[in-house]
């Protein structure tokens, strides 16, 4: 165990130390890992005295949140307002208070796989993620982050610092949905998140972008296939069935031991129109149909 006393000294560690290190904040995700033999690390290093590292911020019309804030203090956040109230909505889903005061943020993005909630709603806000060396610095959007399960864009001498996405505006709403097998503690059959933004005068959908904790591999991606069908036009029965029928084509999903192929691919339909209608009331104040 290797405990470093400020920043400076972590990123000095790992430029000197880059086999078998693995970094832990609270452990919610790499002691559960360990006990399965997942992975076996020659040397943890323990983050989670660098308090410099939980915090959330908004400069200018940016939203900055530290790798260790906990999945509690962000939903807790004054920050986190009513337009960016998703963040609660995937805290209430999260876990148990032991653990959303635990988990961090980092930790969540870091372990880059479909059980992770915090992915799907920083795909929809195109949010960006700040890496750190002692050489400097690395800002990447989280698609060129997330490259696999368990595999990310981070070098061995490398940190995540903080997560960035330009704040929603007045004619912007997000919205979070998952499924599975209670209303919270647990891991998602489907979870979605929808960022919509809307011209209000003509109902034209001027942007969305839409992520799924999967659409064709194990980690959570953007369907913009989907998205590309909704985009420029506007919010009609006529064009959402075009939607659905865009994001049927678009799925790729496939069964395990939870559940079938056939039942994730019809909740992501239920769940993405469930997330459009929800961002459509917050923005126009009344019901999609």
Known sequence: MYVPSD????????DTNQSGVNLIANGSDLINRIQRREVTPRVIVDLSGLSE???????EKTIKIGALTTIADLASSPVIDSRHSVFREVATKFGG??????ATVGGNICAASSSEDL????????????????????????????KGKRLVELKANEILVETIFQELDESSACAFEKVGMRNSLIIAFVSTAVCLRLDKRSGRVDDVRIAFNRVAGKIPERAKRTEDTLRGKPLTMQVLEETKSALRRELRL????RVSEE??????VVLFMRSIARCYATLVGRSLV
Do not use: H, W
């Open 263 to 268: 039942y994730r691919s019809e909740v992501a």
């Open 53 to 59: 590292f939980n915090y959330v911020r908004k400069e």
């Open 119 to 146: 992915l799907p709603v920083l795909l929809a806000l195109d949010a960006k993620v700040r890496l750190k060396s002692k050489f400097g610095e690395r800002l990447l959007g989280i698609e060129e982050f997330l």
């Open 254 to 257: 496939s069964s395990d031991f």
């Open 7 to 14: 920043l400076t000294d972590l990123l000095e560690y790992l």
């Open 97 to 102: 208070p032991s653990i959303q005061n635990v």
